[in-house]
Nanobody
Framework: QVQLVESGGGLVQAGGSLRLSCAASGSFIFTINPMGWYRQAPGKQREMVATISSGGSANYADSVKGRFTISRDNAKKTVMLQMNSLKPEDTAVYYC?????????????WGQGTQVTVSS
């Protein structure tokens, strides 16, 4: 089983910061697996926020580039998302993602999500 547990969400005023964490465990090799953060607002599709490769290369959605930073701590099997200069449009449930390849098939695993609310 794969477990992804997000934490760190909350209510913050526009311009503020939050740091999200995702603790990973279970039957996959965290150190070689790419990881990501996605978010979903009510009535909208889930969208990619940031991804990070096993080697630490990061990609960001244009909407968060320059404001958010994704990082990973392989020793702790943790993925972080530092969110600065938050905007009301960042309000969403944020999910940790692990695309895991087994026997040639890729499956997406998700955490339960953590709510981020940015007030104006």
């Amino acid at each position: 089983q794969v477990q992804l547990v997000e934490s760190g969400g909350g209510l913050v005023q526009a311009g503020g910061s939050l740091r999200l964490s995702c603790a990973a465990s279970g039957s996959f090799i965290f150190t070689i697996n790419p990881m990501g953060w996605y978010r979903q607002a009510p009535g909208k599709q889930r969208e990619m926020v940031a991804t990070i490769s096993s080697g630490g290369s990061a990609n960001y959605a244009d909407s968060v580039k320059g404001r958010f930073t994704i990082s990973r701590d392989n020793a702790k099997k943790t993925v972080m998302l530092q969110m600065n200069s938050l905007k009301p449009e960042d309000t969403a449930v944020y999910y940790c993602n692990a695309p895991i390849v087994r026997w040639g098939k890729s499956d997406d695993y998700w955490g339960q999500g953590t709510q981020v609310t940015v007030s104006s």
